[in-house]
Nanobody, 124 residues
Framework: QVQVVESGGGLVQAGESLTLSCTIS????????MAWFRQAPGREREGVAH????????EYNYYVKGRFTISRDNSNNTVYLQMNRLKPEDTAMYYC?????????????????WGQGTQVTVSS
């Protein structure tokens, strides 16, 4: 049984940093593309960052590029999202996902396995 578990969310002030972690069990992390998504109330789920199975390729949402960094440790089946210079508009539930991407790295339908999410709230 595949389990995807996110952690590290919380309440911070604008300009501060947070690091999210995602631990996967029940599959070999190194075999999959990994990504972080987020969803704010009343909005669609959007892709934030993607990392290839080797970690050699990354892609970012326009709004987070330069502030967020995705990384992975395949030996520990863990993926991270370092978030710097957080803004109130970054407030959302953040989800980790695993999949074998065919075309679009930041589209939810490309991913098969999802966690329950971790809440990030940024106050102004």
């Amino acid at each position: 049984q595949v389990q995807v578990v996110e952690s590290g969310g919380g309440l911070v002030q604008a300009g501060e940093s947070l690091t999210l972690s995602c631990t996967i069990s029940g599959l070999t992390c190194a075999d999959y593309d990994m990504a972080w998504f987020r969803q704010a109330p009343g909005r669609e789920r959007e892709g934030v960052a993607h990392i290839s199975w080797s970690g050699g390729s990354t892609e970012y949402n326009y709004y987070v590029k330069g502030r967020f960094t995705i990384s992975r440790d395949n030996s520990n089946n863990t993926v991270y999202l370092q978030m710097n210079r957080l803004k109130p508009e970054d407030t959302a539930m953040y989800y980790c996902a695993a999949g074998s991407v065919r075309e679009w790295y930041l589209q939810p339908y490309e991913y098969n396995y999802w966690g329950q999410g971790t809440q990030v709230t940024v106050s102004s």
